[in-house]
């Protein structure tokens, strides 16, 4: 066989395998929207379940994973944002900051069940606060921090060095020039890194487990310690502990949790496509 | 320009702090040492928790090793309501899953790398790569219901004795490891200088020749890294795979094919047992004490990992 005949089979069995990862992606989206979408109306998304979740919505459970995701954020961002910060402006090359990074690395690679555990042993135990809303979005919050420092720790590095110096030569102290002159320009992919990490905390199961997700609880939450329902886990509950249910209720279950993460994902790109766009250097 | 002589420099140096008001200068000053003291808590907030985490598993899951005779991990059964904790069919299932699902993803994952990276047109790749990134996004779960509603039905077509196996498991990991394998190899590929690749074409190799003896080669340190965070995705997947391996843990009766049998993992334990156990039990322990075993695992592939992209752009660095 020649090198050019070779060449031709190897360039066509990689397009092949690359076309085997690729389009069941969209198959699978299909596939969900199209069992899916004869459900979704405003009234599956807003309302209860009803008669043991085999009717009725998911509206307690959509509002819940809302809720969840809007702690998660308040619980994260600063946190994250202040670690990306230090990492991208103070740090300095030494061991602690090599720690910091391995500490980030391993953080992101724990499991999310382990995250439940961590949650269920330190916030709902140790500390108190039962099943609540409060201990799922520190859970939450927590596993989503090392996604988050990385994007917006680059963020922060893309802003040129040279709007740094002029500040600084300026006479502003160091954080007069992060405030006013770095972290502006950074926002646009700060947000799309919070965005991203709460893409992924709103799909996420294990965590909330023993944290905060209830099986069945048509009442809305009143307060940060009350349970809530939660999509992820209604979607379990509904396709594997519920005898009889109907698959459409399930498949437009997914659609919607679908939906919510992808449109997460979507904004956050669109952000970070504009920013691209806008920057000015 | 003027030069500055020495001596103008000292004036100059001495007289500016006088321009701004001594109190408010002060109050900056503070102010600043506040905020910047705050940024270095949450800089190095990360070891803390990392390190709080793992307390709270051991403050938990240590009790286990008191409340249950190590001999007794070793059983060969799980079986929590008559007191045995054997450790051994959960494991097993945990690397039976993790081992199809990296046999299925790595090479899937490292060709659609290099068809991304050194064969497709860019208008593709800019419509792949997304894609990718969606499937990246698609929550655990999702693709749990779809394996147990869709491809379970397929495998007992198939004629497995039952849908929900190993194999259904590592078929969906695999598929779920991919985004991480390929975004990874990706960028290996992609910090190989491309005067390699010109290099090898200049001289008359063909494309493929190209890159499987000179691109390859190259990234091959990252690739290991690849294929070491893929096994570190899929040994932690929990609900997914809880929902398509069926869950038995039972290693006494193996089928002839043993990716066609069920098995049960250690997350998928955790996740299924934890709801139902008494605090302070020894159920409750021995859970906590998987959740141990799952921790440092990760702890080391990602650890390893890290070193050896550390490595890697060190000596990068001192060589270019």
Redesign the interface.
Known sequence: MT??R??NI??I???L??A???I???F??A??IIQGMGMISWEFITSAPTNGMREGGIGPALLGTILLTLGTAIVAM??????A???AE??PNNW?T?????????????????????G???FV??LGTGTSILAGSLTLG?MT??VV?STAEEAILSVPPEFRTVSLSLGA????TIRNHVLPHATPGIITGVILGL??A?????PI??TVAAFYLPELPKSIMDQTMAL??H??VI??QVPGMP?EI?YAT?LV??LV??LL?TFA?IVRTIMRRRREW | MSVVTPRQRVLEEHRQPHQIPDEEKHSTNRKERVIEFIIKLCGVSAIFIIALIFLFLLREGLPALTQVAISDFADARWYPIEGKYGFTPLLFGTLLVTAGAVIIAVPLGLVTAIYLGEIAPTWLRDILKPLIEILAGIPSIVLGFLGWLVLAPLIQKAGAPTGLTALTGSLILGYMALPTIISIAEDALYAVPKEYRDGALAIGATRWQTIWRVVMPAAKTGTVTAIMLGIGRAIGETMAVMMVTGNAANINNFQANIFLQPVRTMTATIAAEMGEVAQGSTHYSVLFAIGIVLFLITFAVNSIAARIVGKQSRSRGSSL
Do not use: C, D, H
């Open positions: 090198a050019e070779r060449n190897a360039t069995l990689i397009t395998v690359a085997v990862v690729v069941p992606i969209v699978v989206i596939f969900v600063p946190l994250a944002i202040g670690a910060i230090y990492l103070y740090a602690v090599r720690q910091v990074r391995l500490a980030i690395v391993n953080l992101a690679g724990i499991p999310s069940i382990v995250y439940g555990l961590f269920l042993g330190m135990l140790f927590l921090l090392p420092i102290t160091k954080w007069q893409s992924r709103a799909g996420e199961t294990a487990l023993f992820p886990y979607l379990y396709s594997t698959t399930q997914a949790l679908l993460v992808l994902t790109t």
